[in-house]
């Protein structure tokens, strides 16, 4: 069966929509027991998501789309997502890491994280690489010739394969080609890239609202984030359909797309293998654990001197 590897909540604040326990309840209704969420540059739905699907006995896949730059604290000049799930405990712990670094150094609004820090922090994390928006996606639309395309195995591939291992994985997109016309090109490249380097190729369809119907609230949410009027010409428009899909739909989708069964199976399979390589177990939520602040010594003074003033009688 199908496994949403990773999709994206309300938590997205504006680039997705969709509650945590509407999304659990959606995979529950389409025969789902794992369902993986990512939203974009934090981690805030995680803990929300994993104890209320832990309820609904679903495996929740819990981890984080943060975007790539290749010098710390230099805002990329387009989206470079790369997506980390917490393959354990350690791994959960290293991604709350790298999501504090990148939101406390990115710029433009954009939580940025560079290879160098990733490498840091790799530890229990799978990386998984493609899909839209992604870094590898901004790459392959710049290529021109084989000589570059084999640059950037060499150059953007091998890096994550070396930090990685096993836990990297590539990405294609369940989209319906006539309506995202240019994933059919990123998909082959990506596939090639897959047979080429021997490197598992995963498959998503990227939910980022959870009915079908649901689009034009999505593009609301985006319109508002962008402070544009829905009437708006130039607001954001979705072409596809980023619900959350039955195995169903994605299957038709890839099938319509050319893909013949043995490879949809393949890709099925690897999605299977990334979510049973997943052993996360959060620990229960308990008083919560505030940061050690050490007040300098002449606020202590200042305090003892004035406190008493302080107190209304």
């Known amino acids: 069966m199908y496994i949403h590897l990773h999709g994206h909540s309300h938590y997205g604040l504006l680039e997705s929509i969709g509650k945590v326990g509407k999304i659990l309840d959606k995979a529950k209704e389409l025969g789902f027991d794992t369902i993986g969420l990512a939203d974009y540059n934090g981690m805030y739905g995680i803990m929300e998501f994993y104890s209320k699907a832990k309820k609904m006995d679903i495996k929740a896949l819990c981890g984080i789309e943060l975007t790539l730059t290749t010098v710390l604290a230099k805002t990329p ?110 998909n082959e490249q990506i596939m090639k890239i897959s047979l080429q380097t021997k490197i598992p190729c995963t498959i998503t369809s990227n939910f980022h609202y959870i009915n079908k119907d649901d689009k034009i609230a999505y593009e609301t949410a985006l319109a508002i984030k962008d402070q544009k009027q829905i009437r708006d010409s130039t607001r954001r428009r ?38 049973d390589s997943i052993d996360l177990v959060l620990p229960k939520p308990s008083t919560p654990i505030f940061p050690l602040y050490k007040t300098p010594e002449e606020f202590v003074k200042l305090y003892d001197k004035a406190k008493d003033s302080l107190i209304q009688k």
């Open 77 to 186: 000049s387009q989206y470079q997502y790369v997506t980390l799930l917490a393959k354990n405990y350690q791994g959960y712990l290293h991604l709350m890491k790298l999501t504090t670094i990148a939101n406390t150094v990115g710029n433009g609004g954009l939580a940025t994280i560079d290879i160098a820090t990733l490498k840091e922090h790799a530890d229990g994390i799978i990386c998984i690489l493609g899909g839209q928006r992604s870094l590898l996606a901004s790459q392959l639309d710049d290529l021109k010739t084989g000589e570059s395309f084999d640059k950037l195995i060499e150059e953007s591939i091998k890096p994550f394969q070396e930090i990685f291992g096993e836990d990297f994985y590539l990405e294609i997109t369940a989209q319906d080609y006539k309506l995202e016309t240019h994933l059919e090109l990123s």
């Open 238 to 275: 979705v072409a596809g359909n980023y619900h959350i899909m039955s195995d169903q739909e994605v299957r038709d989708i890839m099938k319509g797309n050319g893909f013949d069964d043995k490879t949809i199976d393949e890709l099925f399979e690897n999605n299977q293998i990334v979510a």
